[in-house]
């Protein structure tokens, strides 16, 4: 997913995931406590596909990531891409 920065990207990617059944719900809790706790409750869906420590502290996706499940018609690949300006390039690689 390509998108400016902050338009909420890897939200919406983790959101989906987790919808689909990607993300279990003992996982999304783990997340949820874990972004509360670093005072980024809203970040918990982000941080499904921001697994850094450095993305986690920042807000910003830094690494392209990369998610793969499938329906009972289709294969689905996410890539979940960095929108700020100077990531560019690494948006451009994935």
């Given at each position: ?10 939200t919406?990617?983790?959101h ?14 783990s ?15 982000a ?13 910003v ?13 289709l ?17 451009i690689?994935?």
């Amino acid at each position: 997913m390509c998108g400016h920065v902050d338009s909420g990207k890897s939200t919406t990617v983790g959101h989906l995931l987790y919808l689909c059944g990607v993300v279990s719900d003992q996982r999304m809790r783990s997340l949820k406590r874990e972004s509360a706790a670093a005072g980024k409750g809203s970040f918990a869906y982000a941080w499904v596909m921001d697994e850094r420590e450095d993305e986690r502290a920042r807000g910003v996706t830094v690494d392209l990531g990369m998610a793969r499940f499938e329906t009972q018609h289709l294969r689905v690949t996410v890539l979940d891409a960095p929108g700020h300006r100077d990531l560019v390039p690494q948006m451009i690689s994935g």
